[in-house]
């Protein structure tokens, strides 16, 4: 059938509580990996990215995991806090090619 | 530096007029690409110009167009409007185009077709 609109999938995590975010990517030749965040009418702000030959990046309580075996990305954040409520976003790149994007996740922090 | 910067950040245009939206990237930055972003299909990619030629294109009708500057700044425009065109417009830059280097949005422009 048609689809009416994205139904986001959602996250509830609790002050402190760690997050866990995944992302199914499509193309398996993407050899980049952009996590965006997006707070409501804002545009995406680039958090973190990691390249094919890595299968784990951290930053600053951010941390990207990615499994090219089943074409997985997860977005780790640690000690969630109430200003990390927004839509996540994980974005792939094809060597020469655009970006392309998931859905999104929204991630709501409960105090 | 400054990041990516969208003018207008709003606009409310009428069915059948054009509109033009601009975008500069960040300082350096020489590919510049465009986004369409809408409750119901996500973000979804327009075009992407470097060094004012255009380098990627979505899967949009010819009434989207853009262009670039030599300065690397970059227009797009709409021309008939159509109520589904209403969105946020993203603008993003990168460094560079064809490889792996971090891409930057703008805040975006809302685009309200009445």
């Known amino acids: 059938g048609e689809s009416v609109g994205l139904h986001l999938p959602t996250l509830s995590v609790q002050e402190g509580d760690n997050s866990i975010i995944n992302c199914a990517y499509s193309n398996s030749a993407s050899d980049y990996f952009i996590w965006y965040k997006q707070e409501s009418g804002k545009g995406p702000q680039f958090i973190i990215d990691?390249?094919?030959?890595?299968d784990k990046r951290q930053g600053q309580r951010v941390t990207v995991l990615l499994n090219k075996t089943v074409k997985h990305l997860s977005l780790q954040i640690a000690a969630t806090q109430p200003g990390d409520s927004a839509v996540y976003f994980c974005a792939e790149n094809p060597p020469g090619n655009q970006f392309y994007f998931g859905t999104g996740t929204s991630l709501t922090v409960i105090p | 530096k400054a990041g990516v910067t969208q003018t207008p950040r709003y606009l409310i245009k009428t069915r059948g007029q054009q509109v033009t939206l601009s975008c500069s990237p960040i300082s350096g930055h020489r590919s510049v690409s465009w986004y369409q972003q809408t409750p119901g299909q996500g973000l979804q990619f327009l075009f992407e110009y470097f060094s004012e030629t255009q380098r990627n294109k979505g899967n949009f009708p010819g009434r989207f167009s853009g262009r670039q500057f030599s300065n690397s700044r970059s227009e797009m425009n709409v021309s008939t409007l159509e109520l589904g065109d209403s969105a946020l417009y993203l603008c993003?830059?990168?460094?560079?185009?064809?490889?792996?280097?971090?891409?930057?949005f703008g805040p975006g422009t809302r685009l309200t077709v009445t």
């Open positions: 990691i390249r094919s030959n890595m």
């Open positions: 993003a830059s990168s460094l560079v185009t064809g490889t792996a280097y971090e891409q930057y």
